[in-house]
């Protein structure tokens, strides 16, 4: 598999390498790399999860482009084209486009996605939302989508039905408990929750403290 990761590396990096918003080439090597932990500990095949996670966010590149939102069913053909360069068969192919189609798809919503492979690459991606890189990904997001740290008019509560279609959250902090205070208790696998549990005790505290701090509570 590493192989194969290295054929695509240099197609990925130049699709990537300006991109500032949180889905980067870094985040993608993270995911990949959790994605195989996570394989390790979980089953599923080693070059299905691989790869999938490596060119999971290729829909976020399109979306930049076209100023709306874009489906991760929407990079497919990409996916495709690029993968047809690479010695996997059809049905590898297919199994990755699957994974990529359906990572975003939260059971929250009553989306469930039962293949092992899809679901690692999921918690993988869930997991690099969460915890000290999390917020840092957060707000590097928030800055590139014009979206205000905090906004203390809007009530901050968790969002039952959120989903990435939706509209931007009111302001970061909001998107805390929109979405990613709920990640922990929704991975799909025994090893994705325990590595959640502790980021998100850490981001609770953390945002703990950007309140105090808002509201002056000293």
């Not at 790869?51 to 990079?75: N, T, Y």
């Not at 989306?111 to 590097?140: C, H, K, M, P, Y």
């Not at 205070?181 to 950007?210: C, H, P, W």
Request: with cysteine; hydrophobic share 35%; glycine share 6%.
């Amino acid at each position: 598999m590493e192989d194969l990761i290295n054929e695509l590396r240099p197609i990925i990096f130049e699709l990537f390498k300006e991109e500032s918003s949180g889905h980067d080439i870094g985040h993608l090597e993270r995911t990949m790399n959790t994605a195989l932990y996570l394989q390790q500990k979980e089953g599923g095949d080693r070059i299905i999860i691989g790869i999938s996670a490596f060119l999971h966010d290729i829909h976020r590149i399109m979306q930049k482009e076209k100023g709306v939102f874009v489906s991760p069913k929407d990079s497919l053909p990409i996916v495709r084209k690029i993968l047809s360069n690479i010695a996997l068969s059809d049905e590898q192919i297919d199994k990755i486009c699957y994974c990529i189609e359906f990572h975003e798809n939260y059971n929250w919503n009553g989306e469930n996605v039962n293949d092992i492979n899809a679901l690692i690459v999921q918690d993988a991606d869930n997991l690099d939302a969460i915890g000290a890189i999390g917020i840092g990904r957060t707000f590097s997001y928030g800055g590139a989508h014009n979206v205000p740290m905090y906004d203390s008019k809007q009530p901050l509560k968790v969002k039952n039905n959120y989903s990435e279609t939706n509209e931007n959250s009111p302001s970061t902090i909001h998107h805390f408990y929109e979405k990613l205070f709920k990640l922990a208790s929704n991975m799909n696998t025994k090893a994705a929750r325990e590595l959640a549990e502790n980021r998100t005790d850490f981001m609770k505290k953390f945002v703990e403290e950007f309140l105090n701090e808002w509201n002056a509570n000293y």
